[in-house]
């Protein structure tokens, strides 16, 4: 059974950047696509980014395009998540998760981390 840790959030100002880090453990990490999720308080989990299990195709929420770049290394069974020009609307739990595909919907995913907490002030 895959477990998910996330690490790297924090309290930033706009603007700021942030990288996330997902380490994964207990499974083959390379059979897995990855993705990044966030939800704020008293909304829904948002789709973020996703990547496939070779790292050669990533997704990106319109949102965040151009900012936030996600990336995997396989021999470390890392998934990263660099957020640049953060902006106050990124605040929220971000959460890393595993799948069989490049979902947008949450669902789907088997695998999920604990969640860091990413603040971003105006």
């Known amino acids: 059974q895959l477990q998910l840790a996330e690490s790297g959030g924090g309290l930033v100002q706009a603007g700021a950047s942030l990288r996330l880090s997902c380490k994964a453990s207990g499974g083959d990490f390379s059979n897995w696509a990855m993705a990044w999720f966030r939800q704020a308080p008293g909304k829904e989990r948002e789709f973020v980014s996703a990547?496939?299990?070779?790292?050669?195709?990533?997704h990106y929420v319109d949102s965040v395009k151009g900012r936030f770049t996600i990336s995997r290394d396989n021999t470390e069974n890392t998934v990263i998540l660099q957020m640049n020009r953060l902006k106050p609307e990124d605040s929220g739990v971000y959460y890393c998760?595993?799948?069989?595909?490049?979902?947008?919907?949450?669902?789907?995913?088997?695998?999920w981390g604990q969640g860091t907490q990413v603040t971003v002030s105006s």
């Open positions: 990547i496939t299990q070779s790292g050669a195709s990533t």
């Open positions: 998760a595993a799948g069989w595909s490049t979902y947008s919907d949450s669902r789907p995913y088997s695998y």
